[in-house]
T-cell receptor, first 114, second 109 residues
Framework: DAGVTQSPTHLIKTRGQHVTLRCSPI?????VSWYQQVLGQGPQFIFQ???????GRGNFPDRFSARQFPNYSSELNVNALLLGDSALYLC?????????????FGSGTRLTVV | DAKTTQPNSMESNEEEPVHLPCNHS???????IHWYRQLPSQGPEYVIH?????VNNRMASLAIAEDRKSSTLILHRATLRDAAVYYC??????????WGAGTKLIIKP
């Protein structure tokens, strides 16, 4: 079975540009969460979507947005990129909203803003 | 917000047990404690979680103090493949994972 897949794996963008990151959850998982991980730190929660509705939002500016599609895949969009947006962006899926049985993470998208 | 505190790094010998401590003195009575680990260049991997009582699974054991102010992740027989950053995390009332900086576990052959 395929795990959580994220694309692209690496990306280089220029300040001010826009980026779209994609995530496909494990088959049957209805919850998708997005995290930002800066080098040397733990992941920080950005969004959670469950059954195509936003169910949680972390402390990130409005430049960050996301959505979940009917097939439960998800996109994370970041507008007006800043140098500080350079990070590993992780997607995690779970069967249920609460994720008590564990979230399954993808390998992430490494975004570099220059 | 409740937070967890872990040592920055720990070393252990291969084939020996490893005890990774975590302090979470401000955790609420209904917040679960989760442990994830992250190998180099990979996404985090779920290890174990618990609320009040000790838990065991095929990867590890989790010992939670009676007052719930601390917990210990136990790897019973560490291998080189267990070298990773281990995160002790609490799940808040909105079911979101609140991560700290983690403990880098170094396994010596």
């Amino acid at each position: 079975d395929a795990g959580v897949t994220q694309s692209p794996t690496h990306l280089i963008k220029t300040r001010g540009q826009h980026v779209t990151l994609r995530c496909s959850p494990i088959s049957g998982h209805k919850s998708v969460s997005w995290y930002q991980q800066v080098l040397g730190q733990g992941p920080q929660f950005i969004f959670q979507y469950y059954e195509k509705e936003e169910r949680g939002r972390g402390n990130f500016p409005d430049r960050f947005s996301a959505r979940q599609f009917p097939n439960y895949s998800s996109e994370l969009n970041v507008n007006a990129l800043l140098l500080g947006d350079s990070a590993l962006y992780l997607c995690a899926s779970s069967l249920a909203l609460r994720g008590l049985d564990g979230y399954t993470f993808g390998s992430g998208t490494r975004l570099t803003v220059v | 917000d409740a937070k967890t505190t872990q040592p920055n790094s720990m070393e252990s010998n291969e084939e020996e047990p490893v005890h990774l401590p975590c302090n979470h003195s401000t955790i609420s009575g209904t917040d679960y404690i989760h442990w994830y680990r992250q190998l180099p260049s990979q996404g985090p991997e779920y290890v174990i979680h618990g609320l009040t009582s000790n838990v065991n699974n095929r990867m590890a054991s989790l010992a939670i103090a009676e007052d719930r102010k601390s917990s210990t992740l136990i790897l019973h027989r560490a291998t080189l493949r267990d070298a990773a950053v281990y995160y002790c995390i609490h799940m808040d009332s909105n079911y979101q994972l609140i991560w700290g900086a983690g403990t880098k576990l170094i396994i010596k052959p």
